[in-house]
Nanobody, 125 residues
Framework: QVQLVESGGGLVQAGGSLRLSCAASGLIFNSYHMGWFRQAPGKEREFVAA????????KYADSVKGRFTISRDNSKNAVYLQMNSLKPEDTAVYYC??????????????????WGKGTLVTVSS
């Protein structure tokens, strides 16, 4: 049974930083590209960042480029999202995702195979 468990969310002031973690189990971790999506209240889920199976290739949504960094540790079956210079508009539930197709890391992630349950990030102004 595949499990993706997010942690690290919370309340932070604008301009602050948070680091999200996602622990994966039940899958061959280095066979999957990993990523993050988010869903703000009243909005559709949207792509945030993705890392290829070996972490060499990454991609980001334009809205987070230069502020967020995705990384992964295949020895720990974990993926991380370092979020700096946070803005109130970054407030959302952040979801960890696993999929074998890098192209699925876009839009609302309709093709993503596995999802975590999410962790809430709230950025106050």
């Amino acid at each position: 049974q595949v499990q993706l468990v997010e942690s690290g969310g919370g309340l932070v002031q604008a301009g602050g930083s948070l680091r999200l973690s996602c622990a994966a189990s039940g899958l061959i971790f280095n066979s999957y590209h990993m990523g993050w999506f988010r869903q703000a209240p009243g909005k559709e889920r949207e792509f945030v960042a993705a890392a290829s199976w070996n972490g060499i290739t990454t991609k980001y949504a334009d809205s987070v480029k230069g502020r967020f960094t995705i990384s992964r540790d295949n020895s720990k079956n974990a993926v991380y999202l370092q979020m700096n210079s946070l803005k109130p508009e970054d407030t959302a539930v952040y979801y960890c995702a696993a999929d074998s197709a890098f192209s699925d890391y876009s839009g609302s992630g309709v093709g993503i195979r596995y999802w975590g349950k999410g962790t809430l990030v709230t950025v106050s102004s």
